[in-house]
């Protein structure tokens, strides 16, 4: 009997634990991201024009370096670290917080909030797939905060290049999107390379809240990621419908007892 009510008390710790993913799986958003630091900046390996310490360069349409970004100029923030943050610009960290508070919604589809991003997905993968498949996995803010470097990003056709370590697999895709602090909507970031080495080069034509995504264990299922959810549900159901068998077997155990 007692060995009955182990295996019962058991039961139902997995199945409060697989309730607990359901939750989870459905927002894609790896909840490590609200934990995780600055990514590390690997400084370019292009010639520098004299000894100072630059930690990214700026090109311009014709991919010509036209400015070396000094290693203090520029300030990267983690979504973690954008309350403690007293480096980070005020207007852009308000811009990560709703940024986090958008992505981390159970509810978010990236399929709607970047349009961009969805057509490119279903161009490369077919149109069953989604990028509502895709895991958030980094979320960051990234901004310049001295004024040559402010003027010359600003210049039509020239992007911000840095190199990020990321620490993603090889031969891994990986996808960018970025909030526009003018109009607060996502945008897709076309310039983004898996270096192959934990590393992950960006070219950005402006500065802002930035999230790396990746395919997600499940991309390449039939179908959406809501069937993933759907996976586990079956599987709640079916802890539960051991449960019940073990509470009528136990009663007519007692049954037999008392008779």
């Known amino acids: 009997m007692k060995m009955i009510k182990k295996a019962i008390v058991v039961l139902l710790t997995v199945v409060i634990a697989l309730s607990a993913s359901v939750v989870a799986l459905a927002a894609d958003f790896t909840p490590s991201v609200q ?8 400084p370019p390996k292009v010639e520098a024009p004299d000894d100072k310490d630059y930690i990214a360069h700026i090109i311009d349409s014709n991919n010509k370096v036209v400015e070396f970004v000094e290693i203090n100029h520029l300030v990267l923030t983690s979504a973690a670290n954008a309350n403690s943050s007293d480096k980070i610009p005020s207007d852009a960290k308000e811009d990560l917080k709703e940024a986090y ?9 990236i399929s709607k909030i970047s349009p961009q ?3 490119l997905i279903k161009a490369k993968y077919g ?41 993603i697999e090889a031969d891994k895709d990986v996808y960018a999107i970025q909030m526009n602090p003018t109009t607060k909507e996502w945008e897709l970031v076309a310039g983004i390379v898996n270096n192959n080495d934990g590393t992950v080069t960006i070219e950005l034509t402006k500065e802002g809240a930035l999230a790396i995504l990746v395919l997600g264990a499940n991309f390449f299922a039939p179908s959406t990621g809501d069937n993933s959810v759907s996976v586990y549900i079956w599987l709640v159901i079916a802890a539960a419908s051991v449960i019940g068998l073990a509470v009528i077997l136990v009663l007519k ?4 007892s008392t008779n």
């Open 35 to 42: 934990n995780k630091p600055e990514p590390e900046i690997i």
């Open 101 to 109: 508070s958008q992505l981390s919604s159970k509810d978010v589809e």
């Open 117 to 119: 991003l969805e057509s």
């Open 127 to 167: 149109e069953e797939s989604s990028s509502n498949n895709l895991v958030i996995r980094d979320l960051f803010d990234i901004s310049l905060v001295h004024h040559e470097d402010v003027d010359a990003l600003s210049v039509e056709g020239n992007r911000l290049v840095l190199t990020l370590k990321l620490g």
């Open 253 to 256: 155990l007692k049954n037999k």
